[in-house]
């Protein structure tokens, strides 16, 4: 008999006949006549309950198996309608066999729930549970989403490196790439005493913190594109939404100005949580009734209703009169602190947010500049219990203007001269914006730790794996 997944089984209308799944006991309950072993294979949330007469299966014989809660087995038997409340359908046992037991005593998951903290320690066991169950197959459905919502809309994949010599958003925030090789070549240049013979062949490379201007180069000849990769920052991210390596999402359109990029980011946003709704029911179900009874409803608002747009400037004037005390104080030309971000999504306007045009001093040096020689066509997306889930921009084209900025901000340009050139020859308007996938996934799962969304969270002492 062919192996089944436990999600073809429940949707199963097949019903009388043989059937074969393998998977990891969840639970096993009963008594003296019947046991009920629940057999979770990750094809989807839930399990699939075996029964095991008492004659065939007594329960010393089951425990003597270890056919106990985390071993993993085979079971063969009959598909058969369940008279049980909670399942349509269930396996009547004809043979179980245990490939790996999972000692009682020891097994780190017991039946009792585990704080989430706690499930952070065993990262190697904690996918076992219902929480990452659901969440892994929610973040393999956002990837997967991603990828076809570009590829509907005529957008190319591109690689970009992880590997790079420049500081994508200037902000000094990179690891470097360092070497324990000693095939390095001699020094080629000398420059303040480090050490050059550990790095990169003899140059100085770090770690991306974002593929955009690679990205750039690709959309000044293929029109529209995206990266979607790892990402590294070296702030310290002891936060419940930073990770030093996070996943990012990266649209160039060549042609866009910052209207055009508000509109792909708000409704690349929506047709991602629609996605979700329509493809993760049973885990988004579970997150909701375990987590956040407001998760369905929220999901659902933002597929509903359009994004407020306004300017910085107009939110700056928001805050100054709202009634909220914040702790750090709001004026022209600071940056917003996620405080302020979600009292404009949370308190004042209820649904999410894009502010535009902010301050060129607190923004990449690679925005373009407004008219008024203060602003840059920025954008930053706000979402309600996250706060910045997008960042964005019109990009500066012209070449006088990108290196002015650059200069200002302390950009070398000997770094990035290849993309001057982008500047230099054949030049045009275009725009993307960053999508933190785990800030997507934060949102999407309710999950209130961006530790608990990425299978093997790096982040300042995180360690072991
Ligand atoms: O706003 P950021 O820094 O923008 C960029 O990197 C641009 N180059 C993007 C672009 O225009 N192509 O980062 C973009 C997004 C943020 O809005 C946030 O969602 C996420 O990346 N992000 C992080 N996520 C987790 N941990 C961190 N340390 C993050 N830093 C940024
Ligand atoms: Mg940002």
Known sequence: VRRSSVQELLHSQELEREVVVKGWVRTRRG???????????????????????????????????????????????????????????????????????????????????????????????????????????????MAFAIHQYFNQHGFYYVHTPIVTGSDAEGAGQMFRVTTLSDQ??????????????????????????????????????????????????????NTARHLAEFWMVEPEVAFNEL??????????????????????????????????????????????????????????????????????????????????????VEKHFKKPVILTDYPKDIKAFYMKLNDDDKTVRAMDVLFPGIGEIIGGSQREENLEKLQARMAAMNVPEHELWWYLELRKYGTAPHAGFGLGFERLLLFVTGMANIRDVIPFPRFPKSAEF
């Open 31 to 141: 008594n003296k006549y019947v046991q009920f072993i629940a057999v979770n294979d990750g094809s989807g949330f839930h399990s699939i309950q075996v029964v095991a007469d008492a004659e065939r299966f007594p329960e010393e014989q089951l425990k003597a198996d270890g056919v106990e809660n985390g071993a993993a087995v085979m079971v063969r038997g009959k598909l058969v309608a369940s008279q049980g409340k909670g399942q349509t359908v269930e396996i009547q046992a004809e043979e179980i066999t245990v490939y790996g037991k999972a000692d009682t005593e020891t097994y780190p998951l017991q039946k009792k729930g585990h704080s989430l903290e706690f499930l952070r320690e065993i990262a190697h066991l904690r996918p076992r549970t219902n929480t990452f169950g659901a969440v892994l197959r929610i973040r393999h459905a």
């Open 184 to 237: 390095n070549p001699p020094l080629t240049e000398d420059k303040s005493g480090v050490d050059y013979k550990q790095d990169f062949f003899g140059k100085q490379t770090n770690l991306t913190v974002s593929g955009q201007l690679e990205a750039e180069v690709a959309a000044m000849a293929l029109g529209k594109v995206y990266t979607f990769g790892p990402t590294f920052r070296a702030e310290n991210s």
């Open 259 to 344: 209207q055009d990029n508000m509109d792909l980011a708000e409704d690349f946003l929506k047709s991602l949580v629609k996605y979700a709704l329509e493809h993760c029911a049973d885990d988004l179900q579970f997150l909701n009734e375990q987590y956040d009874k407001e998760l369905l409803g929220r999901l659902q608002f933002v597929v509903d209703n359009d994004f407020q747009r306004l300017t910085y400037t107009e939110a700056v004037e928001i805050l100054k009169t709202a009634r909220q005390k914040f702790e750090f104080p709001v004026d022209w030309g600071t940056d917003l602190q996620s405080e302020h971000e979600r009292y404009l």
